[in-house]
Protein backbone atom coordinates (compact mmCIF):
# COMPACT_ATOMS: atom_id res chain seq x y z
CA UNK A 1 0.00 0.00 0.00
CA UNK A 2 1.20 3.27 -0.66
CA UNK A 3 1.68 6.13 1.75
CA UNK A 4 -0.77 8.15 3.22
CA UNK A 5 -2.06 12.31 2.28
CA UNK A 6 -3.13 13.47 5.60
CA UNK A 7 -5.65 14.55 6.30
CA UNK A 8 -7.29 11.23 5.00
CA UNK A 9 -11.21 11.20 5.01
CA UNK A 10 -13.70 11.17 6.52
CA UNK A 11 -13.19 14.53 6.58
CA UNK A 12 -15.25 15.52 10.11
CA UNK A 13 -14.02 19.45 10.54
CA UNK A 14 -13.72 22.16 7.81
CA UNK A 15 -10.23 23.12 9.27
CA UNK A 16 -9.48 19.56 7.93
CA UNK A 17 -10.65 19.16 4.68
CA UNK A 18 -9.41 23.45 4.00
CA UNK A 19 -6.31 21.66 4.77
CA UNK A 20 -6.43 19.53 2.05
CA UNK A 21 -6.90 21.78 0.24
CA UNK A 22 -4.28 23.74 0.39
CA UNK A 23 -1.88 21.33 0.27
CA UNK A 24 -3.23 20.63 -3.29
CA UNK A 25 -3.19 24.19 -3.73
CA UNK A 26 0.54 24.35 -2.57
CA UNK A 27 1.49 21.48 -4.75
CA UNK A 28 0.20 22.83 -8.14
CA UNK A 29 2.04 26.17 -7.23
CA UNK A 30 5.04 24.45 -7.52
CA UNK A 31 4.18 23.12 -11.25
CA UNK A 32 6.34 20.07 -10.68
CA UNK A 33 3.77 17.11 -12.60
CA UNK A 34 5.77 14.42 -10.21
CA UNK A 35 4.90 16.01 -6.97
CA UNK A 36 1.57 16.47 -8.17
CA UNK A 37 0.71 13.17 -9.03
CA UNK A 38 1.65 11.91 -6.04
CA UNK A 39 -1.31 12.96 -4.47
CA UNK A 40 -3.67 10.85 -6.59
CA UNK A 41 -4.34 7.23 -7.17
CA UNK A 42 -2.38 5.08 -9.59
CA UNK A 43 -5.62 4.52 -11.20
CA UNK A 44 -6.96 8.24 -10.69
CA UNK A 45 -9.68 9.13 -13.15
CA UNK A 46 -9.91 12.80 -14.27
CA UNK A 47 -12.24 14.91 -16.46
CA UNK A 48 -10.45 18.35 -16.82
CA UNK A 49 -12.47 20.39 -19.38
CA UNK A 50 -13.08 18.25 -22.45
CA UNK A 51 -9.84 16.00 -21.42
CA UNK A 52 -10.48 12.53 -19.42
CA UNK A 53 -7.72 11.11 -18.56
CA UNK A 54 -7.07 7.51 -15.76
CA UNK A 55 -3.84 7.31 -14.48
CA UNK A 56 -0.27 9.31 -12.61
CA UNK A 57 1.24 8.73 -16.18
CA UNK A 58 -1.82 10.50 -18.17
CA UNK A 59 -1.89 13.27 -15.06
CA UNK A 60 1.91 13.66 -15.56
CA UNK A 61 1.66 14.18 -18.81
CA UNK A 62 -1.14 16.09 -19.21
CA UNK A 63 0.25 18.80 -16.31
CA UNK A 64 3.82 19.10 -18.48
CA UNK A 65 1.46 20.10 -20.92
CA UNK A 66 -0.54 22.33 -19.08
CA UNK A 67 2.28 23.89 -17.58
CA UNK A 68 4.14 24.77 -21.17
CA UNK A 69 1.32 26.73 -22.57
CA UNK A 70 0.16 28.33 -18.89
CA UNK A 71 3.16 30.47 -18.34
CA UNK A 72 3.49 32.15 -14.95
CA UNK A 73 0.75 30.29 -13.00
CA UNK A 74 0.03 31.23 -9.74
CA UNK A 75 -3.31 29.57 -7.96
CA UNK A 76 -5.85 29.84 -5.28
CA UNK A 77 -7.83 27.00 -4.22
CA UNK A 78 -10.65 27.70 -2.07
CA UNK A 79 -12.64 24.86 0.08
CA UNK A 80 -16.43 24.98 -1.07
CA UNK A 81 -17.77 22.05 0.65
CA UNK A 82 -17.00 19.00 2.22
CA UNK A 83 -18.78 15.24 3.21
CA UNK A 84 -16.73 12.18 4.36
CA UNK A 85 -14.59 11.61 1.84
CA UNK A 86 -15.64 14.00 -0.94
CA UNK A 87 -14.38 18.09 -1.30
CA UNK A 88 -15.22 20.56 -3.64
CA UNK A 89 -13.33 23.38 -4.24
CA UNK A 90 -13.39 26.79 -6.39
CA UNK A 91 -10.29 28.16 -7.97
CA UNK A 92 -8.73 30.75 -9.82
CA UNK A 93 -5.88 31.12 -11.24
CA UNK A 94 -3.48 33.34 -13.76
CA UNK A 95 -1.18 32.57 -16.46
CA UNK A 96 -0.39 33.81 -20.39
CA UNK A 97 0.50 32.33 -23.30
CA UNK A 98 3.60 32.53 -25.45
CA UNK A 99 2.19 35.46 -26.71
CA UNK A 100 1.85 37.26 -23.52
CA UNK A 101 -1.58 37.10 -23.35
CA UNK A 102 -2.87 37.21 -19.98
CA UNK A 103 -6.00 34.95 -18.67
CA UNK A 104 -7.67 34.78 -15.42
CA UNK A 105 -9.25 31.07 -14.77
CA UNK A 106 -12.08 30.35 -13.15
CA UNK A 107 -13.22 26.96 -11.83
CA UNK A 108 -14.78 24.41 -9.94
CA UNK A 109 -13.38 21.09 -8.94
CA UNK A 110 -15.05 18.01 -7.34
CA UNK A 111 -12.83 15.50 -5.14
CA UNK A 112 -13.32 12.10 -4.10
CA UNK A 113 -10.13 10.41 -1.75
CA UNK A 114 -9.60 7.05 -0.65
CA UNK A 115 -8.83 6.11 2.57
CA UNK A 116 -5.04 7.01 2.66
CA UNK A 117 -5.75 10.69 1.19
CA UNK A 118 -4.85 10.06 -2.17
CA UNK A 119 -7.68 11.45 -4.56
CA UNK A 120 -8.73 8.76 -7.15
CA UNK A 121 -11.47 10.97 -9.00
CA UNK A 122 -11.46 14.07 -9.89
CA UNK A 123 -13.79 16.46 -12.14
CA UNK A 124 -12.74 19.89 -12.61
CA UNK A 125 -14.95 22.66 -15.05
CA UNK A 126 -12.90 25.95 -16.18
CA UNK A 127 -13.41 28.90 -18.19
CA UNK A 128 -10.48 31.05 -18.84
CA UNK A 129 -11.47 34.94 -19.43
CA UNK A 130 -9.09 37.10 -21.48
CA UNK A 131 -7.52 39.73 -18.80
CA UNK A 132 -4.96 42.48 -19.44
CA UNK A 133 -1.84 42.40 -17.81
CA UNK A 134 -2.80 45.70 -15.96
CA UNK A 135 -5.68 43.61 -14.38
CA UNK A 136 -3.91 40.74 -12.90
CA UNK A 137 -4.18 40.44 -9.10
CA UNK A 138 -1.82 36.96 -8.35
CA UNK A 139 1.96 38.54 -7.86
CA UNK A 140 3.61 36.25 -5.51
CA UNK A 141 6.74 34.91 -6.24
CA UNK A 142 6.30 31.79 -8.57
CA UNK A 143 5.95 28.99 -6.29
CA UNK A 144 3.73 28.65 -3.14
CA UNK A 145 1.54 31.41 -2.21
CA UNK A 146 2.13 33.63 0.92
CA UNK A 147 0.53 32.59 4.19
CA UNK A 148 -0.63 36.48 4.23
CA UNK A 149 -2.25 36.37 1.01
CA UNK A 150 -5.86 36.78 0.59
CA UNK A 151 -8.07 34.19 -0.32
CA UNK A 152 -10.42 33.98 -2.97
CA UNK A 153 -12.71 35.61 -1.07
CA UNK A 154 -11.27 38.03 0.96
CA UNK A 155 -10.13 39.80 -2.76
CA UNK A 156 -13.50 39.41 -3.87
CA UNK A 157 -13.14 36.45 -6.29
Known amino acids: MEHS ?3 CPPFLTAADAAKKVRLAEDAWNSRNPEKVAL ?11 INFLEGREKIIGFLKEKWEREQ ?13 DRIAVRFVYEWHDDQQNWFRSYGNELWEFDAAGL ?7 IND ?17 PDDHPGLTEMGL
Open 72 to 84: EYRLIKELWAFHE
Open 119 to 125: MQWRVAS
Open 5 to 7: RPP
Open 39 to 49: AYTPDSVWRNR
Open 129 to 145: MPIAESDRRFFWPQGRR
